[in-house]
């Protein structure tokens, strides 16, 4: 119970500052649509952006969390402070040398990387030409988010999550900032926009190094590619880059395929992923990031009950906290992005579109999470060859179904294909955990998935009859009444699930009603 605690109590923190970012991040989709619309520009830049964000994942957060945590929480509990500092310094110093090569290299081939992403786009020389403008403009983002991602990854390790989740704000005050003030300086509006990019990733960098100082594990450069953990870790990364590499595939090939869709469908694909990612990141990546210490922690002590128990309780969370909001997003997608998204040049016909492929990506959102979790839970194990598995299969699945439903669904079809793969990478993940770890709470997972499914389609019905059919939606303006309808419904949303959940006695409520009850108490007390 003290291990879930502690998880819930780094979850919430996180949650709360990823709330603060994805708002942030709310605000500068809002910005970007109305200065740059939906058009050919902001299709390059989405484009480019997206290859920063697939590196950062393959290079930065997504491999280097995964394969860095369970070695360095090993070296933390097993050995000394100081030898885990050591390994650490020794990782941030050779993953800077590997990165400063990367971002030189990647600025040369830009050409080729945007050819082999977007080749639809080679046929339109101004197209192409300033998306491969705009990449080379961003690739040293990658530098600092990967450095970023160590520090991350220690002040993580020692149960220290705010300042590693308040990173990202960083990014998005930046990239407001540059859009609003810098961009309309600039005789490429648009480069501006990549700049703030750039000097968001190196503020997401600078804002950790206080609170990792104040650990005691202030980096030293020490170059040591023979080191034990070092070479652990490299061998640990390598099959996550992998698997970092054919998930990110799995959101590109929806990329490639789309630049030969009719003019939008990019724009509609990145801003409907993106009000996608917000329940997920607030969430999903919150509960994954806060189970992978602790599950590390078990698994380098031989606690395999422990561990099981962690496992079986993340994904009850997990589930507990995405069907709803996959419900909430189906049904209330076009009033989301309506309000969130369109003014300026973004008209009712892009709010249609993006909402969906919104509808699409949404079918999936309880999977995409739930792979989160279950891959920390082979990461925390050292395994990092499984995750590889799933995500080929994965990978193949995607690519078959986006062929298949790219005709009669268009741009739709490819957000649906990420779902459907998503789907059937966390079944395939279940089905190997479960045969290397036994039992794994299979029971009541499926109990509290079942009573959280009726809770949330009660939730859905409620919220579509407050705010679904309204006509505001289809206008431009009327932001106080569209305020109003989506506030009154999503709160109504929430206090039905809460009260169908009580009702039905889900021992995810309770657990998380105790925390709160017994911290006011001692604070009263």
Same mark, same amino acid.
């Given at each position: 119970?003290?291990?879930?605690?502690?998880?819930?109590?780094?979850?919430?923190?996180?949650?709360?500052?990823?709330?603060?970012?994805?708002?942030?991040?709310?605000?500068?989709?809002? @910005?970007?649509?109305?200065?740059?619309?939906?058009?050919?520009?902001?299709?390059?830049?989405?484009?480019?952006?997206?290859?920063?964000?697939? #590196?950062?994942?393959?290079?930065?957060?997504?491999?280097?969390?995964?394969?860095?945590?369970?070695?360095?929480?090993? !070296?933390?509990?097993?050995?000394?402070?100081?030898?885990?500092?050591?390994? %650490?310094?020794?990782?941030?110093?050779?993953?800077?040398?590997?990165?400063?090569?990367?971002?030189?290299?990647?600025?040369?081939?830009?050409?080729?990387?945007?050819?082999?992403?977007?080749?639809?786009?080679?046929?339109?020389?101004?197209?192409?030409?300033?998306?491969?403008?705009?990449?080379?403009?961003?690739?040293?983002?990658?530098?600092?988010?990967?450095?970023?991602?160590?520090?991350?990854?220690?002040? =993580?390790?020692?149960?220290? &999550?705010?300042?590693?989740?308040? %990173?990202?704000?960083?990014?998005?005050?930046?990239?407001?900032?540059?859009?609003? !003030?810098?961009?309309?300086?600039?005789?490429?509006?648009?480069?501006?926009?990549?700049?703030?990019? @750039?000097?968001?990733? #190196?503020?997401?960098?600078?804002?950790?190094?206080?609170?990792?100082?104040?650990?005691?594990?202030?980096?030293?450069?020490?170059?040591?590619?023979?080191?034990?953990?070092?070479?652990?870790?490299?061998?640990?990364?390598?099959?996550?880059?992998?698997?970092?590499?054919?998930?990110?595939?799995?959101?590109?090939?929806?990329?490639?395929?789309?630049?030969?869709?009719?003019?939008?469908?990019?724009? !509609?694909?990145?801003?409907?992923?993106?009000?996608?990612?917000?329940?997920?990141?607030?969430?999903?990546?919150?509960?994954?990031?806060?189970?992978?210490?602790?599950?590390?922690?078990?698994?380098?002590?031989?606690?395999?009950?422990?561990?099981?128990?962690?496992?079986?309780?993340?994904?009850? =969370?997990?589930?507990?906290?995405?069907?709803? %909001?996959?419900?909430?997003?189906?049904?209330?997608?076009?009033?989301?992005?309506? #309000?969130?998204?369109?003014?300026?040049?973004?008209?009712?016909?892009? +709010?249609?579109? +993006?909402? !969906?492929?919104?509808?699409?990506?949404?079918?999936?959102?309880?999977?995409?999470?739930?792979?989160?979790?279950?891959?920390?839970?082979?990461?925390?194990?050292?395994?990092?060859?499984?995750?590889?598995?799933?995500?080929?299969?994965?990978?193949?699945?995607?690519?078959?179904?986006?062929?298949?439903?790219?005709?009669?669904?268009?741009?739709?079809?490819?957000?649906?294909?990420?779902?459907?793969?998503?789907?059937?990478?966390?079944?395939?993940?279940?089905?190997?955990?479960?045969?290397?770890?036994?039992?794994?709470?299979?029971?009541?997972?499926?109990?509290?998935?079942?009573?959280?499914?009726?809770?949330?389609?009660?939730?859905?019905?409620?919220?579509?009859?407050?705010?679904? +059919?309204?006509?505001?939606?289809?206008?431009?303006?009327?932001?106080?009444?569209?305020?109003?309808?989506?506030?009154?419904?999503?709160?109504?949303?929430?206090?039905?699930?809460?009260?169908?959940? $009580?009702?039905?006695?889900?021992?995810?409520?309770? &657990?998380? $009603?105790?925390?709160?009850?017994?911290?006011?108490?001692?604070?009263?007390?």
């Amino acid at each position: 119970m003290s291990d879930q605690a502690n998880i819930t109590k780094a979850a919430w923190s996180m949650s709360g500052v990823t709330s603060i970012s994805r708002v942030l991040g709310f605000v500068r989709v809002m @910005v970007i649509a109305k200065v740059f619309g939906a058009g050919m520009v902001a299709d390059c830049f989405f484009v480019a952006f997206r290859i920063s964000n697939i #590196l950062r994942e393959l290079l930065a957060e997504g491999s280097m969390s995964a394969a860095f945590i369970p070695v360095f929480s090993e !070296y933390l509990h097993t050995k000394s402070k100081e030898e885990a500092r050591e390994l %650490a310094s020794a990782v941030f110093s050779i993953l800077l040398f590997i990165l400063i090569g990367v971002v030189m290299l990647g600025i040369a081939l830009s050409p080729q990387i945007v050819s082999a992403i977007a080749h639809g786009y080679v046929q339109y020389p101004e197209k192409f030409g300033l998306t491969v403008d705009l990449t080379r403009v961003m690739f040293p983002y990658i530098l600092f988010v990967g450095l970023s991602a160590v520090t991350m990854g220690v002040l =993580n390790s020692m149960g220290s &999550f705010a300042a590693p989740a308040f %990173a990202p704000v960083m990014l998005n005050i930046s990239m407001i900032g540059f859009a609003l !003030y810098v961009s309309p300086t600039m005789e490429n509006p648009i480069a501006g926009l990549a700049m703030g990019v @750039v000097f968001g990733g #190196l503020l997401q960098l600078l804002i950790q190094l206080p609170a990792l100082n104040r650990k005691g594990m202030g980096f030293r450069f020490i170059f040591r590619p023979r080191h034990e953990g070092v070479k652990k870790v490299g061998r640990l990364t390598i099959p996550v880059i992998g698997s970092q590499a054919v998930t990110q595939i799995n959101i590109f090939i929806s990329s490639i395929i789309a630049t030969y869709l009719p003019e939008g469908s990019v724009s !509609y694909l990145f801003y409907a992923m993106y009000l996608f990612q917000f329940p997920h990141g607030i969430f999903g990546v919150s509960i994954a990031q806060a189970v992978l210490p602790s599950m590390s922690k078990q698994a380098a002590i031989g606690d395999d009950a422990a561990l099981r128990d962690t496992f079986s309780f993340g994904m009850r =969370n997990i589930f507990f906290a995405m069907v709803p %909001a996959m419900i909430g997003l189906i049904v209330l997608r076009v009033p989301i992005v309506s #309000l969130l998204m369109q003014r300026g040049t973004f008209t009712y016909a892009d +709010t249609l579109g +993006t909402a !969906y492929a919104l509808l699409f990506f949404s079918i999936g959102l309880w999977a995409y999470s739930g792979v989160r979790v279950v891959n920390a839970a082979f990461y925390s194990l050292q395994d990092t060859r499984t995750p590889v598995m799933g995500a080929a299969l994965s990978m193949v699945t995607n690519v078959c179904m986006s062929l298949l439903l790219m005709g009669p669904l268009r741009h739709g079809g490819l957000a649906l294909a990420t779902a459907l793969a998503a789907m059937l990478n966390m079944s395939f993940l279940l089905y190997m955990f479960r045969r290397r770890m036994g039992l794994i709470g299979g029971r009541r997972i499926i109990v509290s998935v079942v009573k959280t499914l009726v809770a949330a389609s009660v939730m859905g019905v409620v919220c579509y009859y407050i705010a679904g +059919t309204n006509a505001v939606w289809a206008e431009i303006g009327h932001v106080l009444e569209k305020s109003y309808l989506l506030t009154a419904a999503i709160v109504a949303g929430i206090a039905v699930y809460a009260s169908m959940q $009580y009702m039905m006695k889900s021992e995810e409520l309770s &657990f998380m $009603y105790g925390m709160v009850a017994g911290r006011i108490k001692r604070r009263r007390g």
